[in-house]
């Protein structure tokens, strides 16, 4: 029910109307951007839709810096398998 | 097909495998089993779906929460929505998700439609409004369902019909609010949960603020997660993290963000001010399996009276007991294991459901009943994954 699917603005049709046109998996759709208004969309970025709305701007280096604190704690520990005969 | 960004680089096995390997030598250091409970039914689907409960040390136990707004409407409302759709002169437009549970007498929404109702299922709020002004002639109620990640859909609806003027349009709302039943969950004598995997779409909106009561008055770790298979198992080894470090048994529990890329502290304020605007709190609301929680439910505020469906018709209110042969309600406080219910699979099926919980692709049975079914013993002895 909370789903939010990640889609890229390609284009502002209007920049007086609150909507988007987002492409999710190279599908087109309207969105409306009424949520984001202090955001200042601009098309190439990224955003959650929720039932036909921008429901949050996706931030590049923040998730990029989540992959990076993902391989940290990865690497992190040693590997329980390493020596054990096939596993 | 193209990676998909966001999706894809969540989804990585190898980095998947290392992030289990830091789970199970942190959960050795564990004084005690730790029962986590994962509140939203997105992140109960992503766990079937990706079976990670098989994958984690025994000393773990996932709980599924009440997440699922689905799951959670009682069978009054679900009465009150079939008597709106039965009302003559009006169209009732909802979600996929609601049109199969069944009310009191296993009598659903899509039911109602096969025997004549003018019943609509619609992606967005949005959508019912533009039924309404497309057909004058009707009488347009959108049923609204959903936690403070829906809600903010249906304020702007609420205030476009207000501006535009459309006056055969109203809202039959069923919002609620996640910190009540988290609260009861936490108060509730019963309870072993440890620690949250908070609902990372909820927080777009509500903030990791919203969710600092659960260390600062309960004493609960809660990590806000994204819904990926590496964000859950990221969360588990944050929380993790935190029991084993003492800081939690040291009174310094916190709100972590796993979710930085869609998730902020203070959330979205344009549409926390939406939620002020358009709706008021709830002295009380009903929930499957939960009962009466104080102030968890949202209606409109007065100054939208005109637009709300439980102001323009006398809708019946009547409260319905959940049926008797389902345990839809231990099951949605984590006190029961989904295939455990002894409803689970025979009964209550995803194509004849009995309880909420096995109707929408998110409700903890039907997440367990579509990905095997199998509890952890038997998906182990059944050959599962390295244990």
Do not use: K
């Amino acid at each position: 029910m909370c789903l939010g699917v990640p889609a890229e603005v390609v284009e502002l049709p209007d920049p007086t109307e609150p909507r988007a046109i987002v492409a999710v998996a190279g599908v087109r759709r309207t969105v409306a951007t009424d949520l984001l208004l202090d955001e200042g969309l601009a098309v190439g970025d990224w955003v959650l839709v929720h039932v036909g709305f921008a429901l949050a701007r996706l931030d590049a280096a923040e998730a990029a810096r989540t992959l990076d604190e993902i391989r940290r704690l990865g690497a992190d520990q040693p590997n329980p398998f390493d020596g054990a005969a096939d596993v | 097909m193209t990676p998909r960004r966001h999706v894809d680089e969540f989804r990585d096995p190898d980095a998947a495998r290392a992030l289990l390997r830091t789970i199970a030598t942190r959960a050795e250091r564990l004084d005690d089993p730790l029962a986590v409970m994962e509140v939203c039914g997105g992140h109960t689907h992503t766990i079937y779906r990706y079976g990670l409960e098989h994958l984690l040390p025994d000393r773990i136990e996932l709980l599924h929460g009440p997440g699922c707004p689905v799951c959670v409407i009682p069978r009054g409302r679900l009465d009150d929505a079939l008597w709106l759709a039965d009302q003559p002169g009006v169209t009732l437009a909802t979600f996929g998700d609601l049109m199969r549970v069944p009310g009191s007498g296993r009598h659903s929404l899509l039911d109602a439609r096969a025997q004549g109702a003018d019943v609509r299922f619609v992606y967005s709020p949005l959508d019912a409004l533009e039924l309404a002004r497309t057909h004058p002639d009707r009488e347009v109620v959108f049923v609204a369902i959903g936690f403070e990640t829906t809600a903010p859909a249906t304020a702007v609806t609420v205030e476009r019909a207000r501006a535009l003027g459309v006056r055969n349009f109203s809202v039959f709302c069923n919002h609620v609010t996640i910190e009540p039943p988290l609260r009861a969950l936490c108060d509730g004598g019963d309870s072993r949960i440890g620690a949250f995997i908070a609902p990372g779409h909820v927080a777009t909106v509500i903030g990791t603020r919203g969710f600092e009561f659960l260390p600062a008055e309960y004493g609960r770790p809660a990590v806000v997660t994204g819904f990926e298979p590496l964000d859950i198992l990221q969360a588990l080894a944050m929380l993790l993290e935190q029991i084993v470090s003492g800081a939690v048994a040291a009174g310094r529990a916190t709100v972590g963000n796993q979710y930085g890329r869609a998730v902020r502290a203070d959330g979205n304020p344009t549409a926390l001010a939406l939620l002020r605007r358009v709706f008021a709190v709830r002295e009380a609301f009903e929930w499957r399996g939960l009962g009466v929680i104080p102030h968890s439910g949202l209606r409109l505020a007065p100054a939208f009276a005109d637009l709300d469906a439980e102001v323009r018709f006398r809708v019946p209110g009547a409260r319905v007991a959940d049926p008797a042969a389902c345990q839809c309600g231990a099951v949605l406080t984590g006190r029961l294991a989904p295939e455990r219910c002894r409803a689970f699979g025979t009964a209550c099926t995803p194509d004849h459901p009995i309880g909420a919980c096995m109707v929408s692709p998110e409700g903890a049975c039907a997440a367990a009943f579509g990905f095997g079914g199998l509890d952890r013993a038997t998906a182990r002895a059944v050959g599962g994954p390295e244990a």
